[in-house]
Nanobody, 125 residues
Framework: QVQLVESGGELVQAGGSLRLSCVAS????????MAWFRQAPGKTREFVAA???????DYADSVKGRFTVSRDNAKNTVYLQMSSLKPEDTAVYYC???????????????????WGQGTQVTVSS
C-alpha cells in the first residue's frame, strides 16, 4: 500500500509559478512511475505529466514548455514545477503512482494504482 500526499496548491495570478509536491509512503518509491493529473469543475480528470521509474518524462500538449515534472527518490517525493500559469490551469491536481511501469502510454487514469487526495490550484486572470 502506498499513500500519496500532495501539497503546494494555492491561488496565483496568471503568469505566475507554483511548485506542487507529492510525498509517498513506503520504501520502494524509486520503483514507481509517478504522474500528475488534474480535474477542473465539471470536467473529466486529465493527464498533466508523468515521470517513470527510469526517469522518462511525458507531458500533455497543453503544458509542454510550461510545466516540469521531477522526482527525488531520497525524499520519496515527486514535484510539478508550473510556470506561465493560465486561468485554464485551474483545477484540483492529483498525484498518482504505478509500480514498475515503463509506458509507452502514461495518460490513462486506469493505469494507475494509487491516488492522492489532491491539491487545489487556482489561477486568477
Amino acid at each position: 500500500q502506498v499513500q500519496l500526499v500532495e501539497s503546494g496548491g494555492e491561488l496565483v495570478q496568471a503568469g505566475g509559478s507554483l511548485r506542487l509536491s507529492c510525498v509517498a509512503s513506503g520504501r520502494t518509491f524509486s520503483s514507481y512511475t509517478m504522474a500528475w493529473f488534474r480535474q477542473a469543475p465539471g470536467k473529466t480528470r486529465e493527464f498533466v505529466a508523468a515521470i517513470s521509474w527510469r526517469n522518462s518524462q511525458d507531458y500533455a500538449d497543453s503544458v509542454k514548455g510550461r510545466f516540469t515534472v521531477s522526482r527525488d527518490n531520497a525524499k520519496n517525493t515527486v514535484y510539478l514545477q508550473m510556470s506561465s500559469l493560465k486561468p485554464e490551469d485551474t483545477a484540483v491536481y492529483y498525484c498518482t503512482a504505478k509500480f514498475l511501469y515503463s509506458g509507452p502510454v502514461y495518460s490513462d487514469t486506469a493505469l494507475y494504482t494509487y491516488w492522492g487526495q489532491g491539491t487545489q490550484v487556482t489561477v486568477s486572470s
